[in-house]
């Protein structure tokens, strides 16, 4: 293993930056007796975007968002990120097991810059990463941002240098090496750690033990006897899916939970179930009928925006969505009322859970070849388990569909000046988050996902989306107004989390249910943004910079940006009338000179 610093070798392969050309002029004027953190300050003109060094982590959908619009609206940023995986992608990419698919209707689960063409109304895994692999061949994004197989270890922050150092290590060569940058945006997301169950046995297991999200594709379930671990999203896909193949199976429902019907189901089948397209349907997804697909997808996206009151508490919307789910769910266990009696929730709203919809799984709950049990499983033995009346069942194979870590807390040593935040945050169920997209007191360091990131319903797109442009925004302020960092006051980001969970309390994510909103537990304090996911996109639409504590380059002089007296639109042939409007016709200038000139003298 080999120990080396980007920093020392800086022909090392891992930098690509873009920037704009005007701004470029503008910024290698010289002449200036006054060089400010590496800015000519007499000859900059104000306007100017300093250059900027950006470090991401992650390609899965944040970071690829991430490098699309900061292309369109970034400019002197150099940018490179580090992906632990082989290829882009992350959840997607991740997980693979029988009947992974996306909960959310293809058309809105997708970048709303770039509409694909779909095969099904929900979307399988395969055909989801897919998706995003093209986007990134389309840009080229590995080619210009994206290291593969380098993992992130360790983040540390020092005001001196007003900049990240950052250990990497390169799996692939077993390399490990520095570097730096101003901003640091993690990108990692919110399902990107699986984790086993703590089972006492586990490792025992003499078959073949299996991860919903390190699905071993080679396996066959053809056959086999199968026990199934878990009852969460990734559970209620499985058990229907390889229900057909499988000898027998084994699942745990130890917890009561809401298996809802599919969402957004105006346009399925009467059943709920998912449905292929037709060639005729498929004819929307056509270039040429751009604003009949558009029409399409804010038909689809509309519900999701609409039905935020059945969160709240003692709403009519809450208990009409209650009764409706209630009795999906006893009309598909009809034959089961013992499981009516275990699973089904009396005790909290449907929500305080992310809904699972699960199209097949209480009818595969109720089937014959499947034995359900609703107490914790105790040990596992070298063949199999033990049921709850201390017989041990041999299996072949367990398949363990328990989810990830959720706690929000960082997963890395995260240190600002020597500190390391995790040891400050062990009181805390969950970091100091504010807004959830930074940390009170960390330094030019942003999240996409953070704790309080409105998770629970509908798709993770435009929320990403909205994300990426409040975070160039913040960038493109440091790099204007020559600021050395920026971080959420302390002050305000308590005050943000003490309005967010008392608003919290009176919604159905404050249950007595386990759920990852609230790291698994059951009485924990959730995680999520307090209201609805429009809320939260007008609310980052602008960075709130009075709730940021700024440091200048020059604190003596926090007006050094102003520079030569001018802006960068003089310089760079912007439009310098910009405040009386806009010409659509641009070529009206030789026209006007000669339509518009001064009479001749009589």
């Known amino acids: 293993m080999k120990t080396v610093d980007l920093q020392q070798e800086r022909g090392a392969p891992v930098r690509t930056s873009f920037s704009s050309g005007s701004h470029n002029k503008a910024q290698t004027l010289s002449g200036s007796l006054t060089p400010v953190g590496g800015v000519t300050m007499e000859k900059q003109f104000f306007g100017v975007k300093r250059p900027l060094r950006v470090i991401v982590i992650g390609a899965g959908i944040s970071g690829l968002n991430f490098f699309k ?14 992906e632990k995986n082989a290829d882009i992608g992350g959840t997607w990419l991740e997980n693979r097991y029988p009947g992974c698919a996306c909960d959310i209707p293809s058309v809105v689960y997708q970048f709303p810059w770039r509409p694909a063409r779909w095969s099904r109304y929900w979307s399988y895994s395969e055909e989801i990463w897919s998706y995003l692999k093209v986007v990134e061949q389309e840009n080229r994004f590995v080619e210009k941002y994206v290291k593969l197989q380098h993992q992130v270890e360790e983040l540390s922050w020092s005001d001196k240098e007003a900049k990240w150092r950052v250990s990497v290590h390169d799996v692939q060569h077993d390399l490990h090496f520095y570097d730096e940058a101003e901003v640091v945006i993690n990108c990692t997301g919110v399902l990107s750690k699986w984790k086993w169950p703590s089972i006492p046995g586990l490792q025992t297991f003499q078959g073949t033990l299996l991860h919903s999200a390190a699905w071993d594709s080679s396996i066959s379930l053809k056959g086999k006897r199968v026990a199934l671990v878990g009852a969460g999203s990734s559970a209620v896909q499985i058990l229907p899916n390889i229900y057909p193949d499988v000898e027998k199976v084994y699942t745990w429902v130890r917890s009561k939970v809401w298996i809802t019907g599919n969402f957004s189901q105006s346009f399925t089948r009467a059943d709920g179930s998912n449905y292929q397209y037709t060639d005729e349907q498929q004819k929307i997804f056509d270039e040429a009928n751009n604003d009949e697909y558009l029409a399409y997808r804010k038909m689809v996206e509309q519900p999701f925006n609409r039905r935020f009151e059945f969160i709240m508490n003692g709403t009519e919307a809450q208990k009409a969505t209650f009764d409706y789910c209630e009795e999906h769910m006893k009309t598909n266990l009809q034959t089961r009322p013992d499981l009516i009696e275990k699973i089904v929730p009396t005790d909290f709203y449907v929500g305080c859970r992310r809904p699972t919809p699960g199209y097949g799984y209480l009818q595969s709950l109720c089937a014959s070849k499947t034995t359900a049990y609703t107490e914790t499983l105790e040990t596992i033995s070298e063949k199999g388990f033990f049921d709850p009346d201390g017989n041990e069942q041999e299996v072949d194979v367990i398949i363990c569909a328990t989810g990830f870590d959720t706690s929000f807390k960082p997963r890395i040593p995260l240190l600002v000046n020597g500190v390391d935040m995790r040891q400050k945050w062990t009181q805390e169920q969950h970091p100091p988050s504010y807004l959830s997209v930074a940390l009170g007191g960390v330094p030019n360091y942003l999240i996409s996902g953070g704790a309080y990131f409105p998770v629970a319903h509908g798709s993770f797109f435009p929320l ?26 302390e002050m305000k980001t308590k005050q943000f989390l003490g309005r967010a969970n008392d608003f919290l309390k009176q919604t159905a994510w404050n249950g007595p249910c386990s759920s990852w909103f609230k790291g698994g537990t059951v009485d924990g304090q959730p995680a999520l943004y307090p209201g609805s996911r429009l809320s939260f996109m007008k609310l980052i639409e602008n960075v709130r910079f009075e709730d940021y504590d700024i440091e200048y380059l020059d604190p003596d002089d926090p007006f050094a940006f102003l520079g030569n007296g001018q802006h960068v639109c003089e310089e760079d042939g912007s439009d310098v009338t910009w405040y009386l409007g806009t010409n659509s016709d641009q070529n009206l200038s030789d026209i006007l000179l000669k339509r518009m000139a001064a009479p001749k003298s009589v």
């Open 464 to 489: 990403i989306d909205s994300f990426c442009k409040y975070a160039l925004k913040l960038i493109e302020k440091i790099q204007v107004d020559n600021i050395a960092w920026v971080a959420p006051n």
């Open 69 to 82: 619009r900061a292309e369109e609206q970034g400019g002197n940023l150099e940018i490179v990120c580090y």
